[in-house]
């Protein structure tokens, strides 16, 4: 036993490391460094892109094409150089990405954990909501879909004005425009439908007879007669391009009208807010001062949480600062949210807080023009309570409930 843990530990070391490097990878603008062996014992996709590169070159570098976030790959070679990666520090459309190369390079048991795990993650936001759903629908994960469903219909508006919905896929989107939950003004969703069209490669079908019946099966889920005369016109005038893309199967929807819905669709009776986990990791010997969450979106809001500490004055008068800092993405006169954050308490500990078994939290409200929010836990109280003393971390659930915005 003593033995197998030391040669994982040797072949960690390996990671990354141009020393013990016979090739490189090349990802986007990242070089990682890698041996061609431990690469090509992880599976036979491995074993085949390794050897069959150096069969057709002498080159050292292997190019890896559609990555869209280096990270992702780099797991993927930590994973392969026995890391062990904990899914709570990864962003979910990182992860996302990881779950497909995982399948694509035959790497099956972290597929399998991996998609476990994504099918019950329970937090995401309006920024990762479109890569959640492909995700789910792409490797069978009927809960997050789901849920994702759900998100999306609760946040359709936003959703539909998020520079990542043209990545949606077709049939996802298809039937999401069938739905009558799926609720904005129809004008914003002809317009969302158009701009799809406009950036995705339904365009470029050279089978012009299957182009023109995906396009117009998407057409014919606008709901037409929600759509004023003056909102069409003001459309018209300030995206013309995209109006003449609508004219040419503008009179086959007219006459396809009977196939058309004239239900208004159902605004959502209730917003549940977002749900988002940050975890954050002792790294070395010594904490950092500050920890800084991925960047959120909700409805019309950009936030992030930041915690400051100072793990060398642990008393009762030294306070752990929590910290949200809150802005609209589009200009608005007012906005606010009530947010509701809690700390995770460790399993030897939690029971010393009787009031709160299982977290420790706290509620504030922050508002225009108020642009960061703080509240303050003792560090004594943090450290005795909050820190997982197996892995030194410790994990924030944040609730954000935002009022809808005023917009200038």
Not at 12 to 33: G, K, P, W
Not at 121 to 132: D, K, M, R
Not at 371 to 389: A, I, L, P, Q
Request: glycine share 2%.
């Amino acid at each position: 036993m003593a033995r197998k843990t030391i040669n994982s530990e040797m072949i960690q070391n390996m990671l990354n490391n141009h020393r013990y490097s016979d090739l490189t990878f090349s990802v986007n603008e990242s070089i990682y460094y890698a041996n061609r062996y431990v690469v090509a014992g992880a599976s036979d996709v491995f074993e085949a892109l390794v050897n069959g590169h150096f069969q057709e070159s002498s080159a050292k570098q292997i190019v890896i094409k559609d990555i869209v976030y280096d990270k992702s790959f780099y797991n993927i070679l930590a994973y392969v150089y026995s890391h062990e990666l904990d899914f709570r520090i990864i962003p979910e459309t990182v992860l996302c990405e990881m779950l497909r190369l995982a399948q694509m390079y035959n790497l099956s048991p972290l597929y399998d954990v991996l998609k476990t795990d994504l099918n019950k993650l329970e937090y995401y936001h309006t920024g990762s909501a479109v890569e959640l759903i492909n995700t789910a629908k792409n490797h069978n994960m009927e809960d997050l879909y789901e849920r994702m469903t759900t998100f999306i219909f609760q946040n359709a508006k936003y959703i539909l004005e998020h520079e990542t919905f043209v990545n949606i896929q077709y049939d996802i989107l298809l039937d999401l425009l069938k739905s009558s939950s799926f609720h904005d003004k129809e004008i914003n969703i002809f317009k969302g439908v158009l701009k799809w069209i406009n950036n995705n490669q339904v365009l470029a079908m050279s089978d012009l007879a299957k182009k023109d019946a995906l396009i117009l099966d998407l057409l014919k889920q606008v709901r037409y007669s929600q759509i004023s005369l003056g909102d069409y016109v003001c459309y018209k005038e300030e995206s013309n391009s995209l109006i003449k893309l609508f004219s040419k199967y503008k009179k086959i929807v007219h006459d396809k009208k009977s196939e058309i819905s004239v239900e208004p669709r159902v605004k959502p009776t209730e917003y549940l807010g977002i749900l988002v986990h940050f975890t954050a990791k002792k790294v070395g010997e010594e904490w950092d001062k500050c920890y800084f969450s991925p960047l959120y979106e909700v409805k019309n809001l950009q936030f992030r949480l930041i915690i400051k500490l100072d793990p060398t004055k642990i008393s009762d008068s030294s306070y752990v600062s929590i910290m949200l800092d809150c802005k609209p993405v589009h200009k608005c006169e007012y906005w606010e949210c009530v947010v509701e954050y809690s700390f995770k308490l460790n399993s030897t500990n939690c029971l010393k807080v009787s009031d709160t078994p299982s977290s420790y939290n706290n509620t504030f409200s922050i508002s225009e023009p108020q642009y960061g929010s703080t509240n303050h836990v003792t560090v004594k109280r943090f450290f005795d309570y909050c820190v997982d003393e197996v892995d030194n971390s410790f994990e924030v659930q944040l609730t954000i409930e935002p009022e809808d915005p005023k917009f200038t």
